[in-house]
T-cell receptor, first 114, second 115 residues
C-alpha cells in the first residue's frame, strides 16, 4: 500500500541553523509534492510545490528537493527562527489533476530553540 | 476574501446524534475537500467534489455524507455519530484545471467530540 514517512519525533534545532526535514514515500509515483505548515489548532498552510521533473524549488528561506529515484523530498529552512516552530506536512498528489485530493504524511514537529 | 470558513469550531455530540459541519469558500474554487485529522496522524480524505453537483468518496467515507449544491458550499453530514468519529475536520478548496495540481486552501477546522 502507499506509504508516506516523515520524521516521527520532534526535531530540535538551534536558532540560526538550517533545519532539514525528510519525506520518504513508497508504492507511489507522485506527479507533485507539496509542503504545508500547520500551527496548533489551525489548518495547514501551503508553503511550496515541486513537480516530478523539478529537482529543487526555493522560496525565501525555504528550499525543497525532490528525488524520484530515492523516493524522497527534503525540506530545508535556512537561518531558522523560533517563529518557524510548527508541524510541517508533506503531501503527495497523483498525476490525475489532483481530483482525488492529497495524501498527507503525519508531519514533523519542528522546534527552533533561541 | 475570507477564504475557507468552517462552522462550528467545536462540538460535543452524543452517540447516535446527527450533525452537519458547514464549509464555505469565497474564492470561486471548483474543487472542495473534507479531511479528518486524528492526533498524531496525517490528514485522511473523506469526500471531495470537483464542482457543483459532483461528489466522490475519498479514503475514509463511511459514516459521512456530502452534497455540493453551489460552488461555495460543501457541507459534511454525520448521520449516526460514533466515538470513532471524534476528530478534527478540515475543509479545503482549490482551483484546478486539467492536468494541474494546485494549492489547497484549508479552513480553521471543526473539533468534534463524540461521547
Amino acid at each position: 500500500s502507499q506509504k508516506i514517512e516523515q520524521n516521527s519525533e520532534a526535531l530540535n534545532i538551534q536558532e540560526g541553523k538550517t533545519a532539514t526535514l525528510t519525506c520518504n514515500y513508497t508504492n507511489y509515483s507522485p506527479a507533485y509534492l507539496q509542503w504545508y505548515r500547520q500551527d496548533p489548532g489551525r489548518g495547514p498552510v501551503f508553503l511550496l510545490l515541486i513537480r516530478e521533473n523539478e529537482k529543487e524549488k526555493r522560496k525565501e528561506r525555504l528550499k525543497v528537493t525532490f528525488d524520484t529515484t530515492l523516493k524522497q523530498s527534503l525540506f530545508h529552512i535556512t537561518a531558522s527562527q523560533p517563529a518557524d516552530s510548527a508541524t510541517y506536512l508533506c503531501a503527495l498528489a497523483s498525476g490525475g489533476g489532483g481530483a482525488d485530493g492529497l495524501t498527507f504524511g503525519k508531519g514533523t514537529h519542528l522546534i527552533i530553540q533561541p | 476574501n475570507a477564504g475557507v470558513t468552517q462552522t462550528p469550531k467545536f462540538r460535543i455530540l452524543k452517540i447516535g446524534q446527527s450533525m452537519t459541519l458547514q464549509c464555505t469558500q469565497d474564492m470561486n474554487h471548483n474543487y472542495m475537500y473534507w479531511y479528518r485529522q486524528d492526533p498524531g496522524m496525517g490528514l485522511k480524505l473523506i469526500y471531495y467534489s470537483v464542482g457543483a453537483g459532483i461528489t466522490d468518496k475519498g479514503e475514509v467515507p463511511n459514516g459521512y455524507n456530502v452534497s455540493r449544491s453551489t460552488t461555495e458550499d460543501f457541507p459534511l453530514r454525520l448521520e449516526l455519530a460514533a466515538p470513532s468519529q471524534t476528530s478534527v475536520y478540515f475543509c479545503a478548496s482549490s482551483y484546478q484545471t486539467s492536468g494541474t495540481q494546485e494549492t489547497q486552501y484549508f479552513g480553521p477546522g471543526t473539533r468534534l467530540l463524540v461521547l
